[in-house]
């Protein structure tokens, strides 16, 4: 009987410290920005080849907004769709040539030609693993008008009805 209790004290001692793992999709700043990717579809195309859309004007289609979504550590709702495409269009459009920069659990996130004054992309580690912190990404002005842009769009939708 003794040697029973000491295996179930055991058992749960060992049950209780177990840690939440971290999905590999979010494992590191790389592996969350490969994800983001992915949600586009868009981890295998060449850099040349999102330069060329970007400079035709192509929109990039999202594909799964529940993976698009799970990139980000503060979503609070549709609209910070903008806000997550803003994050999306400034890393592919330097997709090879992304520097990280970490400092403790925080991650910024640059392209190597950009200037040093430019707005990294900032992950911070969580629980969950690495996730983009969509505030500390967007400069406030650059969030502001992506905010009256969705306002603007949702009256406009409203009047539509």
Wanted: hydrophobic share 40%; charged share 25%; proline share 4%.
């Amino acid at each position: 009987m003794r040697a029973f209790i000491i295996a179930a004290i055991t058992v749960l001692a060992l049950t209780s410290c177990k840690t939440k793992s971290v999905s590999s999709a979010f494992e590191s700043p790389n592996a969350t920005i490969d994800t983001l990717f992915r949600a586009y579809d868009v981890q295998d195309v060449p850099q040349a080849e999102i330069r060329r859309r970007f400079q035709a004007r192509e929109r990039f289609k999202l594909v799964d907004e529940n993976l698009f979504r799970s990139c980000f550590s503060d979503w609070q709702g549709e609209h910070d769709q903008g806000l997550g495409g803003f994050v999306f269009g400034q890393l592919v459009a330097a997709k090879d040539e992304l520097t990280i920069d970490f400092q403790g659990d925080t991650a910024h996130v640059r392209a190597s030609s950009s200037a040093p004054d430019h707005s990294p992309v900032v992950l911070v580690k969580q629980d969950s693993g690495w996730k983009i912190d969509l505030r500390q990404s967007v400069p406030p002005d650059v969030r502001q008008r992506l905010y009256e842009v969705y306002r603007h769009a949702r009256r406009v939708e409203r009047q539509a009805r």
